[in-house]
């Protein structure tokens, strides 16, 4: 599988950014997918994910009810809608596929990582 994560940039704080991770190589829908997030200096942190059938999603609790998490089986993609930003959010995002369906919030229970997308919020 290989995923490749677009949709950064630099907004404001309040401002809203939507990412998007286009998967291709292998049956996406099997997938459970995941949104990670590294700031300089800290470890990769688990911010998002969803199972293959989209009604099931979860989120770390800075983020609960700013972002959503989706995905479109039928497009190979998968976005992370965010909104409300604020300066801490600012990281290197990434994308990454978990093969048996489930939403882990280790990085190292990903099996496939997209290239990562820069995220900056200004104060």
């Known amino acids: 599988v290989q995923l490749q994560a677009s949709g950064g940039g630099l907004v404001q704080a309040g401002g809203s950014l939507r990412l998007s991770c286009a998967a291709s190589g292998d049956t996406f829908s099997n997938y459970a997918m995941g949104w990670f997030r590294q700031a300089p200096g800290k470890e990769r942190e688990f911010v998002a994910g969803?199972?293959?059938?989209?009604?099931?999603?979860y989120y770390i609790d800075s983020v609960k009810g700013r972002f959503t998490i989706s995905r479109d089986n039928a497009k190979n993609t998968v976005y992370l809608q965010m909104n409300s930003l604020k300066p801490e959010d600012t990281a290197v995002y990434y994308c990454?596929?978990?093969?048996?369906?489930?939403?882990?919030?280790?990085?190292?229970?990903?099996?496939?990582w997209g290239q990562g997308t820069q995220v900056t919020v200004s104060s």
């Open positions: 969803i199972r293959w059938r989209a009604t099931n999603t």
């Open positions: 990454a596929a978990e093969k048996f369906g489930v939403v882990a919030t280790k990085p190292d229970e990903y099996d496939y």
